[in-house]
């Protein structure tokens, strides 16, 4: 059981490239989310998703998109990269409504992200 | 707003020295509070789940406690392994989106 696993660990773009980092998760989770954590700002939602074909806005989605195809897999694209967005990107898997006792959320190990 | 506001911001402790961290929250019908610990370099680790005012919930030298406004994180005989950032986040009902207060960090020094 790998719970959230996160792809590339670290990543270095130039501005104006793009990418997309890769989330999975094997514990057939509804809902997942991404977030960006920044010294002083703490985590910050960018996208989420309940379910297959179902995405939203989180607090911070400019210069993001997101697709939700399959329950597993929650890719981030990065559409245009600027400087702003060099942060440390999370993916988190999460039971809510599973009945009390039974919500959790679980978190990927991290994508460092640095945009020169 | 939801907010969720996380004190101290850092906390420095000698072993064995016992505190408590707290999480106020203003989450309109909140249906949970998550706890989590968060190390250097790695994704943040669930700890806990609160439902409902007065339930406590324990891991070890840890103790996790919500009232109607807040919770704390009460630590007992803190170890330097204990060292950590500590986060927790609020949800209401009906909603899938969590808030997340920006976390204490703890030391404890041997």
């Known amino acids: 059981n790998a719970g959230v696993t996160q792809t590339p660990k670290f990543q270095v773009l130039k501005t104006g490239q793009s990418m997309t980092l890769q989330c999975a998760q094997d514990m057939n989770h509804e809902y997942m989310s991404w977030y960006r954590q920044d010294p002083g700002m703490g985590l910050r939602l960018i996208h989420y998703s309940v379910g297959a074909g179902i995405t939203d806005q989180g607090e911070v989605p400019n210069g993001y998109n997101v697709s939700r195809s399959t329950t597993e897999d929650f890719p981030l694209r990065l559409l245009s990269a600027a400087p702003s967005q060099t942060s440390v990107y999370f993916c988190?898997?999460?039971?809510?409504?599973?009945?009390?006792?039974?919500?959790?959320?679980?978190f990927g190990p991290g994508t460092r992200l640095t945009v020169l | 707003e939801d907010q969720v506001t996380q004190s101290p911001e850092a906390l420095r402790l000698q072993e064995g020295e016992s505190s408590s961290l707290n999480c106020s929250y203003t989450?309109?019908?909140?249906?949970?509070l998550f706890w989590y610990r968060q190390d250097p370099g790695k994704g943040p680790e669930f700890l806990f789940t609160l439902y409902s005012a007065g339930e406590e919930k324990e891991k070890e030298r840890l103790k996790a406690t919500l009232t109607k406004k807040e919770s704390f994180l009460h630590i007992t005989a803190p170890k330097p392994e204990d060292s950590a950032t500590y986060l927790c986040?609020?949800?209401?009902?009906?909603?899938?989106?969590?808030?997340f207060g920006k976390g204490t960090k703890l030391t404890v020094n041997p």
């Open positions: 989450v309109s019908g909140l249906r949970g």
């Open positions: 988190a898997s999460t039971q809510l409504a599973g009945g009390p006792g039974t919500d959790t959320q679980y």
């Open positions: 986040a609020g949800y209401r009902g009906g909603s899938e989106k969590l808030v």
